[in-house]
């Protein structure tokens, strides 16, 4: 939210540097995220002067160029060459003098210069009202009146106006300050806990008036649960045209551009109070009828974006006697806005309930400045008060007259609500007691109504306003941030107490696997547990009915919870390798979430996702890719650190995968891991090669539970290693050779690993080369030649006639 200091001091008046200012709105809870230098024309104007045309003659070298003599009031007066076929002797223009910057169009600077063109000599420019900022002609130069006196600034005759914006970061809470009064109210709050008394000056109605009521206009509410409150006016006899230049400063201090006085001024007003405003032409209000309501689902209705969109049957909708004009709150018809051709309006001015409003928004993906207020909660009485003070505006502006009643309808007021303080409860909750002087001079600062106070508490009215102050906390809160975070202070001693849980708690099974992983050099991700309904169809596993939806979504991104970590999680690969970050070792702890038919579900995960290089660049060593051993390496590592082991092998099945393999426990899902499917790379652009591990957290918390540890002494005596070379047929798994050579030796078999694979040359069709180690070793003795040799036989015997292995 941009706030112009400006428009902030026609509520306060203050002489603060705007830096201080804005330290001191960041202290209240208004986080000034920037401040930024504004001026109503780019540049100040500085360098440009009113120059008198002397004389003005053809250039001799060109046909479409002038010479021209211009006094520019030090007496000395110098030669321009000007292109503008407007320019003529006896002329006042606006000149930039040589060193002058001006701006291109596109807010680039560019500086003028002393030189020659086709061969006479230019000392500064003749400028237009475009390339001064002062307009958008370039027919011509700019002519000034006639009574000014040469080299009289130019900066002085147009009232260039300096102001500085502060960027905000408003947070969803606090709608009461989505306005410069709203800030200034807050900004009032500060100042007077800094010691400074400043006036709150509001913006006068005194002068308001019905002029006649010719023009009445009949307004039926026909939903008050979704409009509690509507106001409108007429007003005739308007001139639409531009708005005077100080409307059309404050607005493009805050990044506004202006259209017409009548828009300018709904606009101006709702960035003043917070109140949106809406101004139907009425020549196009057929039976001078205005109706709010629903209308039928399906019914077509073209906004001013000139689209065509389908209504929703809670739609509130603002209609003629014989069709919508305006979605209600969030945006206005193609065919009831005011033109140039308007000269008399029905002016709108109404508190929506925010829950419709947000709905509708979202549902028709529109966001605007009416709707981002009006969903968040505005001051419901202030409805009335800011549709007269645009009235007056209007009527200084346009012209006209007011020509009916003021039309206000608010069968039921919303009430401000009623809150006790406990003084002790408020000590305890901020840290230290503020004095009650001091509390009630903040809540009086704060429009809070004091209703009376005892020695234990307050009883307070809070505006109706201020919709995020409803508990005894809120007002607490509202204490502390006036009085200050910085002056609570810290206390000398700090107490706390350990709790006492099992170290098998999810938190610390966590800890311990995130620091592993850490070890293995991965990176802790965490993702958004909303995702896209798109990515239940990327596998088949998922089904679009088992989605949890959201019933007020933030986007159509968004309006789902996650059914699989996986896709988040190739957001971010996506993310990092379009930012050359290619190499990528990532986890994350989270849950999915399923609508199956017999109920809702949820399930807590560990991912792995591996993608890029193995290691960073070096000298020392040849990059490789990262690969499925890789994977398997760390999920083995994983599973043996958290004591999980016994698991059973097999191929994973599931779409997403285009090769892996599924470890189980006790018939139970430990974890299934593997090369993500190309199809579903696509869908996110990833070219390079992704793996993917998914942990069942559950499953692993129960496990690990079960973990019985053992302590036994190293073995004293040495182990043996022999190694087999073995010729086996193409479909043969090690897995295969590991399980056959447990089950020929389980007690004195240690370990058994391939050390190396060979397929190719000198090899029968159909065949591989493994070698692979056996590790024998007894606990109690040396093992000697014909004990290993009798192991060795077993093992190869068993080879052959299971596996069909051959020595090589």
């Given at each position: 939210?941009?706030?112009s200091y400006?428009?902030?001091k026609q509520?306060i008046?203050?002489?603060?540097?705007?830096?201080?200012?804005?330290?001191?709105?960041?202290?209240?809870g208004l986080?000034?995220?920037?401040?930024e230098?504004?001026?109503?024309?780019?540049?100040?104007l500085?360098?440009?002067v009113?120059g008198?045309?002397l004389?003005?003659?053809?250039h001799?070298?060109?046909?479409?160029?002038?010479?021209?003599?211009?006094?520019?009031?030090?007496?000395?007066?110098?030669?321009?060459?000007?292109g503008?076929?407007?320019?003529?002797?006896?002329?006042k223009?606006?000149?930039?003098?040589v060193g002058?910057?001006l701006?291109?169009?596109?807010?680039e600077?560019?500086?003028?210069?002393?030189?020659?063109?086709?061969g006479?000599?230019?000392?500064?420019?003749?400028?237009a009202?475009?390339?001064?900022?002062?307009?958008?002609?370039?027919?011509?130069i700019m002519?000034?009146?006639?009574?000014?006196?040469?080299?009289?600034?130019l900066?002085?005759?147009?009232?260039?106006e300096?102001?500085?914006?502060?960027?905000?970061g408003l947070?969803?809470n606090?709608?009461?300050?989505?306005?410069?009064?709203?800030?200034?109210?807050?900004l009032?709050?500060?100042?007077?806990q800094s010691?400074?008394?400043?006036e709150?000056?509001?913006?006068?109605?005194?002068s308001?008036r019905?002029?006649?009521?010719?023009?009445?206009?009949?307004?039926?509410?026909l939903?008050?649960?979704k409009?509690?409150r509507?106001?409108g006016?007429?007003?005739?006899?308007l001139?639409?045209?531009e708005?005077?230049?100080?409307?059309?400063?404050r607005?493009?201090?805050?990044g506004?551009t202006?259209?017409?006085?009548?828009?300018?001024?709904?606009?101006?007003v709702?960035?003043?109070?917070?109140?949106?405003?809406?101004a139907?032409?009425?020549?196009?209000?057929?039976?001078?009828?205005?109706?709010?309501?629903?209308?039928?689902?399906?019914?077509?209705?073209?906004t001013l974006?000139?689209?065509e969109r389908?209504?929703?049957?809670?739609?509130?909708?603002?209609c003629?006697?014989e069709?919508?004009?305006?979605?209600?709150?969030?945006?206005?018809?193609?065919?009831?806005?005011?033109?140039?051709?308007?000269?008399?309006?029905f002016?709108?001015?109404a508190?929506f309930?925010?829950?419709?409003?947000?709905k509708t928004a979202?549902?028709?993906?529109?966001?605007?400045?009416?709707?981002?207020?009006f969903e968040r909660?505005?001051?419901p009485?202030?409805?009335?008060?800011a549709?007269?003070?645009?009235?007056?505006?209007?009527?200084?502006?346009?012209?006209?007259e007011?020509?009916?009643d003021?039309?206000d309808?608010?069968?039921k007021?919303?009430?401000?609500?009623?809150?006790?303080?406990?003084?002790?409860?408020a000590e305890k909750?901020i840290?230290?007691?503020?004095?009650?002087?001091t509390i009630?001079?903040?809540?009086s600062?704060?429009?809070i109504?004091i209703?009376?106070?005892?020695?234990?508490?307050?009883?307070?009215t809070?505006p109706a306003?201020?919709?995020?102050?409803?508990?005894?906390?809120?007002?607490?809160?509202?204490?502390?941030r006036?009085?200050?975070?910085?002056?609570?202070q810290?206390?000398?001693?700090?107490?706390?107490?350990?709790s006492?849980?099992?170290?098998?708690?999810?938190?610390?099974?966590?800890?311990?696997?995130?620091?592993?992983?850490?070890?293995?050099?991965?990176?802790?991700?965490?993702?958004?547990?909303?995702?896209?309904?798109?990515?239940?169809?990327?596998?088949?596993?998922?089904?679009?009915?088992y989605n949890?939806?959201?019933?007020?979504?933030?986007?159509?991104?968004?309006?789902?919870?996650?059914?699989?970590?996986l896709?988040?999680?190739?957001?971010v690969?996506?993310f990092?390798?379009?930012r050359?970050?290619?190499?990528?070792?990532?986890?994350e702890?989270?849950?999915?979430?399923?609508?199956f038919?017999g109920?809702?579900?949820?399930?807590?995960?560990?991912t792995?996702?591996?993608?890029?290089?193995?290691?960073a660049?070096?000298?020392?060593?040849?990059?490789?890719n990262?690969?499925?051993?890789d994977?398997?390496g760390?999920?083995?590592?994983?599973?043996?650190?958290?004591?999980?082991?016994?698991?059973?092998?097999?191929?994973?099945?599931?779409?997403?995968?285009?090769?892996?393999?599924?470890?189980?426990?006790?018939?139970?899902?430990v974890?299934?891991?593997?090369?993500?499917s190309?199809?579903?790379?696509?869908?996110?652009?990833?070219?390079?090669?992704v793996?993917?591990?998914?942990?069942?957290?559950?499953t692993?918390?129960d496990?690990v539970?079960?973990n019985?540890i053992k302590?036994?002494?190293?073995?004293?005596?040495?182990?043996v290693?022999?190694?087999?070379a073995?010729l086996?047929d193409q479909?043969?798994?090690?897995?295969?050779?590991?399980?056959?050579?447990?089950?020929?030796?389980?007690?004195l078999?240690?370990?058994?690993?391939l050390f190396?694979?060979?397929?190719g040359k000198?090899?029968?069709?159909?065949?591989?080369?493994?070698?692979?180690?056996?590790?024998?070793?007894?606990?109690?003795?040396t093992?000697t030649?014909?004990?290993?040799?009798k192991?060795m036989?077993?093992?190869?015997?068993r080879?052959e006639?299971?596996l069909?292995?051959?020595?090589?």
């Amino acid at each position: 939210m941009q706030i112009s200091y400006n428009w902030l001091k026609q509520f306060i008046n203050i002489d603060w540097e705007a830096e201080k200012t804005g330290n001191l709105l960041t202290d209240l809870g208004l986080e000034v995220e920037g401040i930024e230098a504004f001026q109503s024309v780019k540049g100040g104007l500085k360098g440009i002067v009113v120059g008198h045309v002397l004389t003005c003659v053809k250039h001799p070298n060109a046909d479409r160029l002038k010479l021209t003599t211009v006094d520019l009031g030090d007496g000395e007066p110098v030669q321009i060459v000007c292109g503008a076929p407007n320019v003529d002797a006896g002329q006042k223009v606006p000149v930039a003098t040589v060193g002058t910057t001006l701006y291109d169009d596109k807010g680039e600077p560019w500086k003028i210069k002393k030189g020659k063109i086709r061969g006479e000599v230019s000392n500064g420019m003749i400028c237009a009202e475009d390339e001064l900022g002062l307009g958008e002609s370039h027919d011509g130069i700019m002519i000034l009146e006639e009574d000014l006196k040469p080299g009289t600034p130019l900066a002085k005759i147009f009232e260039v106006e300096d102001d500085y914006v502060f960027e905000i970061g408003l947070t969803p809470n606090r709608a009461d300050a989505m306005s410069h009064m709203g800030t200034a109210r807050d900004l009032r709050a500060g100042l007077i806990q800094s010691g400074v008394h400043p006036e709150f000056i509001t913006p006068s109605t005194s002068s308001f008036r019905i002029d006649n009521r010719t023009q009445k206009i009949s307004v039926q509410v026909l939903n008050n649960e979704k409009a509690p409150r509507y106001c409108g006016i007429t007003l005739s006899g308007l001139t639409v045209k531009e708005s005077p230049a100080w409307i059309q400063n404050r607005l493009k201090a805050i990044g506004l551009t202006p259209k017409n006085n009548i828009v300018d001024i709904t606009n101006y007003v709702l960035h003043e109070l917070g109140q949106p405003l809406h101004a139907f032409d009425l020549a196009k209000i057929a039976g001078k009828q205005i109706n709010v309501k629903t209308v039928a689902a399906g019914t077509k209705f073209t906004t001013l974006d000139g689209i065509e969109r389908e209504l929703h049957e809670e739609d509130l909708m603002i209609c003629d006697a014989e069709k919508p004009m305006c979605i209600a709150g969030v945006f206005g018809g193609e065919h009831s806005g005011v033109t140039e051709e308007t000269t008399s309006i029905f002016l709108e001015s109404a508190y929506f309930d925010p829950v419709s409003i947000r709905k509708t928004a979202k549902r028709h993906a529109l966001n605007t400045d009416a709707s981002f207020r009006f969903e968040r909660g505005i001051d419901p009485n202030i409805t009335e008060y800011a549709l007269i003070r645009a009235v007056l505006l209007i009527q200084e502006c346009a012209g006209g007259e007011v020509t009916s009643d003021v039309v206000d309808f608010y069968p039921k007021k919303i009430e401000d609500h009623q809150v006790v303080l406990n003084f002790d409860r408020a000590e305890k909750l901020i840290g230290e007691a503020i004095p009650k002087e001091t509390i009630k001079s903040i809540l009086s600062s704060l429009d809070i109504k004091i209703n009376n106070i005892t020695e234990s508490g307050i009883g307070m009215t809070i505006p109706a306003y201020r919709n995020d102050v409803t508990r005894e906390v809120d007002v607490i809160e509202e204490i502390l941030r006036v009085y200050g975070y910085n002056k609570i202070q810290f206390k000398s001693k700090l107490n706390a107490s350990v709790s006492k849980s099992s170290r098998f708690a999810d938190h610390k099974i966590q800890q311990v696997t995130g620091t592993l992983l850490a070890s293995l050099g991965f990176n802790e991700i965490l993702n958004n547990s909303l995702t896209s309904p798109v990515y239940a169809s990327l596998n088949d596993a998922f089904k679009e009915d088992y989605n949890v939806t959201m019933l007020n979504p933030l986007s159509t991104d968004l309006s789902v919870m996650r059914q699989s970590l996986l896709f988040s999680g190739l957001e971010v690969v996506a993310f990092n390798s379009n930012r050359r970050q290619p190499d990528l070792k990532l986890f994350e702890f989270g849950k999915s979430y399923h609508n199956f038919p017999g109920g809702r579900e949820e399930y807590k995960h560990l991912t792995l996702l591996l993608s890029g290089k193995q290691n960073a660049e070096n000298w020392f060593q040849q990059q490789q890719n990262t690969t499925f051993f890789d994977l398997k390496g760390s999920v083995e590592a994983l599973l043996s650190r958290l004591g999980i082991a016994q698991w059973k092998v097999k191929p994973v099945k599931d779409a997403q995968f285009s090769e892996g393999l599924e470890y189980t426990v006790q018939k139970k899902q430990v974890v299934s891991f593997g090369l993500v499917s190309k199809a579903i790379r696509k869908h996110f652009d990833i070219e390079q090669e992704v793996l993917f591990a998914d942990f069942n957290w559950d499953t692993i918390l129960d496990l690990v539970q079960q973990n019985s540890i053992k302590f036994v002494p190293i073995p004293k005596n040495p182990a043996v290693r022999r190694d087999f070379a073995l010729l086996l047929d193409q479909e043969v798994t090690f897995d295969q050779i590991y399980q056959e050579a447990f089950t020929v030796e389980k007690k004195l078999l240690q370990n058994v690993a391939l050390f190396d694979v060979y397929e190719g040359k000198n090899l029968p069709e159909g065949k591989k080369s493994y070698a692979v180690s056996f590790t024998l070793q007894d606990e109690h003795k040396t093992l000697t030649d014909k004990e290993i040799d009798k192991i060795m036989n077993k093992l190869q015997q068993r080879f052959e006639k299971s596996l069909n292995a051959e020595l090589r």
